[in-house]
């Protein structure tokens, strides 16, 4: 016989329920529900979901002028020399 007892919102379950239903308990804290872990009548631990955390918005163009391109022709088409010389491995 399965007890779980609902106050304020708050799921409150046994240990050895617990440790059956485990993965089912999680599914329920993933959707918001909190759930309190009791060894004889007394908590012992809570299963809450996450804090949500807000990403920073990123900021374009932060690099800018940080970052030197050492090669002023690295993007410059190849010649066919060096398309050659590449494919056969020689560059």
Not at 39 to 50: E, G, S
């Amino acid at each position: 016989m399965t007890h779980i007892c609902y106050t304020r919102c708050v799921a409150s379950v046994k240990i050895a329920y617990a440790k059956a239903h485990f993965q089912e308990l999680l599914t329920r804290v993933a959707k918001g529900e909190r759930i309190t872990i009791q060894r004889y009548n007394t908590p012992v631990a809570d299963l809450v979901p996450p804090a949500k955390v807000e990403k920073p918005k990123r900021k374009f163009g932060t690099l800018k002028g940080k970052v030197k391109i050492l090669d002023p022709h690295v993007f410059d088409p190849m010649t066919d020399e060096e398309v050659d010389a590449w494919i056969e491995g020689r560059l």
